[in-house]
């Protein structure tokens, strides 16, 4: 029923290889500025715009669309992809928040058993209730949005496996996209149902992702349509989203669908705008996002004390030795090794 034909992107969405090496410079990019977002919010702030965070919605769209691709049109098993989601993100995760806890624990911080349990099962965001995630005293703050990830994981995957949906996952994702947008209008009207910071949670930022993943399976219908300018001017509709006097339905309904829109039609964008995502210094930092995601944050909690250029280049650093040394190696060994 919504079945686009493949494109380049299947070689990308593929990363059935072990070593991914087929890439997309494209999606790299795309990575790269949303990684750079984040580290200029958090290193290079700018009060007037709430880059983090439409970094981590870039994020987002692109992981919906991956995934949607892999489940819905390549078809990929579930045991192949879930294997290769644990590669790409179990180890060097583990890692981090083992660490954190550790280093707590040595320094008899505040952090408990429950607290570091939920942290590793991805439910931080929902208990313990209080501290609140952002609340925590460990620089686990920015684990919220791969506790979104991990859960539309989830969820993306069970939709996959009910064979009387397919060829009907872009309905059922409209759907949950729908109801996502109502699920914030109650949680912002009647605060004592959300209870904290609703923004957080899976039922309200998965709408970047299902958005996305819903308009892959549909866009082909429309391609013909998209002009070069429109992925950019998508681009630019959603960044005026954060800015501080946008509505709450701007964030929530307009920003969703505008990155959906832009994600799925990168690849008609104008040889300027594709030649700086395909750019070496964003193509590296996309490559290098992930691992870069998970240690700034010490850095970046930790940079009141300190010149913000040295925690900086401190992130920088602890990001590389993280891919290096942790992230690629350990998913190379799973992947040829995990049969």
């Not at 969820?155 to 949906?165: F, N, R, T, V």
């Amino acid at each position: 029923m919504f079945q686009p034909a493949p494109t380049l992107l299947s070689r990308s969405a593929a990363s059935s290889d072990p070593v991914e090496s087929q890439r997309v410079g494209l999606l790299d990019g795309w990575r790269g500025l949303a990684i750079l977002l984040v580290l200029q919010s958090h290193f290079l702030s700018y009060q007037g715009f709430d880059s983090g965070r439409m970094g981590v919605s870039i994020f987002f769209s692109l992981s919906g669309m991956l995934m949607s691709e892999i489940l819905f049109v390549r078809r990929v098993p579930l045991a192949t992809f879930y294997k290769r989601r644990i590669s790409r993100i179990l180890p060097a995760f583990v890692v981090f928040v083992c660490i954190v806890f550790g280093v707590s624990a040595w320094r008899a911080g505040p952090a408990t058993w429950a607290e570091f349990a939920a942290t590793l099962v991805f439910l931080r965001t929902y208990v313990p209730a209080t501290p609140g995630i952002w609340d925590s005293a460990l620089p686990i703050g920015h684990l919220w949005s791969l506790n979104v990830e991990e859960h539309c994981y989830l969820l993306l995957g069970l939709l996959a496996a009910c064979s009387a949906l397919r060829g009907r996952e872009a309905i059922v994702l409209g759907g949950l996209v729908l109801a996502s947008f109502v699920t914030y209008e109650v949680y912002l009207h009647i605060p004592s149902v959300a209870r904290g910071d609703f923004e957080l949670r899976t039922e309200i930022a998965a709408a970047y992702l299902l958005s996305a993943s819903a308009y892959h399976l549909v866009k082909h219908r429309v391609a013909h349509l998209v002009s070069a300018w429109m992925p950019l001017a998508t681009l630019a509709l959603a960044a005026a989203c954060f800015l501080p006097d946008a509505h709450w339905w701007q964030t929530a309904i307009v920003a969703p669908l505008a990155l959906a829109f832009t994600v799925n039609h990168l690849q008609q964008v104008g040889p300027a705008a594709r030649g700086v995502l395909e750019s070496m210094p964003l193509r590296r930092l996309g490559i290098w996002s992930y691992s870069i995601y998970l240690w700034q944050q010490p850095f970046y909690l930790a940079k009141a004390g300190m010149p913000a250029g040295v925690m900086f280049a401190g992130a920088l650093l602890a990001g590389l030795a993280s891919f290096y040394l942790l992230e690629q190696p350990l998913r190379g060994w799973l992947n040829r090794h995990w049969k």
